[in-house]
Nanobody
C-alpha cells in the first residue's frame, strides 16, 4: 500500500513557476514508477509526466515538454514536478500516482494522491 500526498499548488501569473511535491508513505516507494496527471474542469484527466523507479527514465506530454521537469528523491520518498513558463491552459488539479511500470495511461496507476490545485492567471 502506498499513500501519496501532493503539495505546492497555488495561484501564479502566466510565465511564472511552481514546484509540486508528492510525498509517499511506505517502504516500497523506490520500487514504483511515478507519474503526474492533471484534470481541468470539464475535461478528462490527462498525462503530464512520468519517471522510472530509478529516476533515469522520464516521459512528458507534448504540451509540457521543455517547460516541466519531473524528478524524484527516493531517500525522501518524494517526487517533484518543476513547472516553468506556466500558461493559463496549465490550470488544473494536479495528481501524482504510483505504478509498477510508469505509463501514460491513468488506468495503469494503482495509487493516487488527493490532488493539488494549480491556477495560472493571464
Amino acid at each position: 500500500q502506498v499513500q501519496l500526498v501532493e503539495s505546492g499548488g497555488g495561484l501564479v501569473q502566466a510565465g511564472g513557476s511552481l514546484r509540486l511535491s508528492c510525498v509517499a508513505s511506505g517502504r516500497t516507494f523506490s520500487t514504483y514508477g511515478m507519474g503526474w496527471f492533471r484534470q481541468a474542469p470539464g475535461k478528462e484527466r490527462e498525462f503530464v509526466a512520468a519517471v522510472s523507479w530509478s529516476g533515469d527514465s522520464t516521459h512528458y506530454a507534448d504540451s509540457v515538454k521543455g517547460r516541466f521537469t519531473i524528478s524524484r528523491d527516493n531517500a525522501k520518498n518524494t517526487v517533484y514536478l518543476q513547472m516553468n513558463s506556466l500558461k493559463p491552459e496549465d490550470t488544473a488539479v494536479y495528481y501524482c500516482a504510483a505504478a509498477e511500470i510508469p505509463a501514460k495511461i491513468a488506468n495503469e496507476y494503482a495509487y493516487w494522491g488527493q490532488g493539488t490545485q494549480v491556477t495560472v492567471s493571464s
